[in-house]
């Protein structure tokens, strides 16, 4: 039980300020896959995806290093261990805040 909480995958694209999301109930592989999927089927193929993710085990799984060797445009770029998120994702986790989970 995870006490109502949840996992929000998020992909922003800086070019132009959308945002590819899932909610997922929990955060393994299987869900980071899922949303790997997910970015696959909605950038444009000519596109390299670049992911900026932490550490956690989840994006780092073998199946998900297979899934990412068979799709060379996409790129993993990992935070370092303890570091804070970037400000502009940061930014955006706030507006939401903000803007839907208080008003609702």
Not at 28 to 39: N, T, W
Request: with cysteine; aromatic share 10%.
């Amino acid at each position: 039980m995870r006490h109502g909480t949840t996992t929000l995958f998020a992909a922003l694209d800086v070019a132009n300020g959308t945002v590819l999301t899932q909610c997922k109930a929990k955060h393994r592989h299987e869900e980071f896959l899922a949303f790997l999927r997910h970015i696959e089927a909605n950038v444009p193929e000519h596109l390299d995806v670049h992911l900026i993710c932490d550490n956690y085990g989840t994006h780092q799984h073998a199946r998900v290093k297979t899934w990412l060797a068979r799709r060379p445009r996409f790129h993993l770029h990992f935070t370092p261990t303890y570091s804070s998120w970037l400000n502009q994702v940061e930014r955006w986790f706030a507006l939401i805040t903000t803007q839907s989970i208080r008003r609702s």
